[in-house]
Structure formats: C-alpha cells, structure tokens
C-alpha cells in the first residue's frame, strides 16, 4: 500500500534552499513565487503554476529564488 504525504513549503527571497534527496517520487506545484530549480544536471525556471516532478533519490533544489515562494508538495 502506498502511502501519500503532502504539505506547504515555504522559501523566502534571496534564501539557500538546503534539501537533500528523499526516499520517495514527489511533486511540487508552485503557488507562488518566482526561482529556478535544479534537478540532476538540468536547471529550469518555476513560477507560479508550474507543476513539477522529482524521482525518489534525485538530488534538487531551488536556487536564485527572486520573491517568496509557496509550494504545495506531495511525496508519493
């Protein structure tokens, strides 16, 4: 049985997003704010209503975050 978690992160302008790699897939959809994300060895910008998806393992984070930002996040 798989199980869902979810939840709002918070990252504030000009802050050091310091995540590390999770066991499980997740997705984020950014509510708002403005950033760029890397993922693996890519790098993409977010804003709000951008939906994206994170392998369980892969290493990201949000980088250059240039207003506050809202996420809805759900780990699968």
Do not use: W
């Amino acid at each position: 049985m798989e199980t869902v978690h979810c939840g709002l992160y918070h990252l504030k302008k000009g802050s050091k997003d310091m995540q590390t790699p999770h066991d499980e897939d997740e997705m984020y959809y950014v509510i708002r704010g403005r950033a760029k994300l890397h993922v693996g060895g890519t790098e993409q910008s977010v804003n709000p209503g951008t939906l994206l998806y994170i392998k369980a393992a892969e290493e990201h984070s949000f980088f250059e975050i240039e207003e506050d930002m809202t996420l809805l996040v759900v780990f699968v």
